[in-house]
């Protein structure tokens, strides 16, 4: 089964700012996808950023952007230029492609709190 | 932009009491699911459904859970006789399916069960 670990609980950054959140994954599978919630206070889960496997280029969507490393098992989230709109919960998810309908696999989520 | 609703937004409930959560899918979608975060801690998957019927289920989702879709727009997770552990927030979610399925997530419904 697989698993995804996200090892900071909570983290916090100055306006303005870079951070990055950490995420690592298990998983015998060569093909799959990873992703990136934001769960902000208002609790309704939003897709930040995804990534497929067998892609090497690591996807950016704005001020978000991915290090995806697969050798690694490791997938991390930097956010740029963090606004006080970034505070929220984010979560690390993964998804094998080829089982029908795959559920994600979530890590247990970083609280991330931008300060001005 | 189309989107997932829950209804209602927060549930209370007693415990032994039944409680039926609902959810209205984006309406082109075939695949849903629920998910379930107790406070603090991660989402877990629940189960998945298509073609009117489940296709997967996590060890959670026991007798006690049901879900259906009972109209073409619907669909609803039952809690037969709740318990103290099931409150929590449950999400819904929908995907249109296909090699790369994005699934979209409602708002969530906060149950707690006293």
């Known amino acids: 089964a697989q698993t995804v670990t996200q090892s900071q609980p909570e983290m916090s950054v100055q306006e303005a700012e870079t951070v990055t959140l950490s995420c690592t994954y298990d998983?015998?599978?060569?093909?799959?996808?990873l992703f990136w919630y934001k769960q902000p206070p208002s609790r309704q889960m939003i897709l930040v950023i995804r990534q497929e496997a067998y892609k090497q280029q690591n996807a950016t969507e704005n001020r978000f952007s991915v290090n995806f490393q697969k050798a690694a098992k490791s997938f991390s989230l930097k956010i740029s230029d963090s606004q006080l709109g970034d505070t929220a919960m984010y979560f690390c998810?993964?998804?094998?492609?080829?089982?029908?309908?795959?559920?994600?696999?979530f890590g247990k989520g970083t609280r991330l709190s931008v300060i001005a | 932009e189309p989107e997932v609703t829950q209804t209602p937004s927060h549930q209370v409930t007693q415990m032994g009491q039944e409680v039926i959560l609902r959810c209205v899918p984006i309406s082109n979608h075939l695949y849903f699911y629920w998910y379930r975060q107790i406070l603090g801690q991660k989402v877990e998957f629940l189960v998945s459904?298509?073609?009117?019927?489940?296709?997967?289920k996590s060890e959670i989702f026991d007798d006690q859970f049901s879900v259906e879709r009972p109209d073409g727009s619907n669909f609803t997770l039952k809690i037969r006789s709740t318990k103290l552990e099931d409150s929590a927030m449950y999400f819904c979610a929908s995907t249109l399916g296909g090699l790369y399925n994005e699934q979209f997530f409602g708002p969530g419904t906060r149950l707690t069960v006293l």
């Open positions: 998983t015998s599978e060569n093909n799959y996808y």
């Open positions: 459904f298509y073609n009117n019927e489940i296709s997967e």
């Open positions: 998810a993964f998804m094998n492609p080829y089982s029908g309908n795959t559920p994600l696999v």
